[in-house]
């Protein structure tokens, strides 16, 4: 499904099956994608401000240079994700599953990760010092560049 470049604004996802779906540069402003399944999926530059992705199941989805400013994304599965120059500033990733993610670049200013699991994830410590709550989350290596 290629939905690249649409406008989508507050759109209705909710619980639907998104996975492979090819969404770059779409307009996703406060969209509702709680409970919805995005494996794979290509969101390369979308603006997902203020998205409710609650639940998303997000696997190896490529988030590259997107837009997720005050983005809840409590509980969501982004494992093995690209998060590559991402603005996650002001996100809530409380509990998020961010195993073997890369987050190189990404912006997580004020970002709430308690809880969040970065084990294996490629973040580097300054990246982690600018977030708002780092309390329980999971890591074992961080990278320094």
């Known amino acids: 499904m290629s939905l690249a470049s649409a406008d989508l604004e507050s759109a209705d996802f909710q619980g639907t099956e998104l996975n492979y779906a090819y969404l770059s540069y779409a307009n996703l402003y406060r969209a ?3 409970d919805t399944q995005m494996i794979k999926a290509e ?7 203020r998205a409710i992705l609650i639940n998303a199941v997000m696997r190896s989805a490529n988030l590259e240079n997107a837009n997720l400013r005050d983005a809840d994304l409590t509980n969501a599965y982004l494992q093995v994700a690209k ?3 991402t603005n996650l500033s002001g996100a809530i990733l409380v509990d998020a599953d961010l195993t ?7 912006n997580l200013k004020d970002a709430d990760l308690t809880g969040a699991n970065l084990t294996d994830a490629f973040v580097t410590w300054k990246q982690l ?7 329980g989350i ?8």
């Open 32 to 34: 509702n994608s709680k």
């Open 138 to 145: 999971k890591m074992s290596r961080y990278t320094e560049w």
């Open 83 to 85: 998060l590559i120059d």
């Open 43 to 49: 969101l390369i530059g979308s603006d997902l401000r």
């Open 129 to 135: 010092r600018s977030a708002r709550s780092l309390k």
């Open 100 to 106: 073997r993610s890369t987050l190189w670049g990404a």
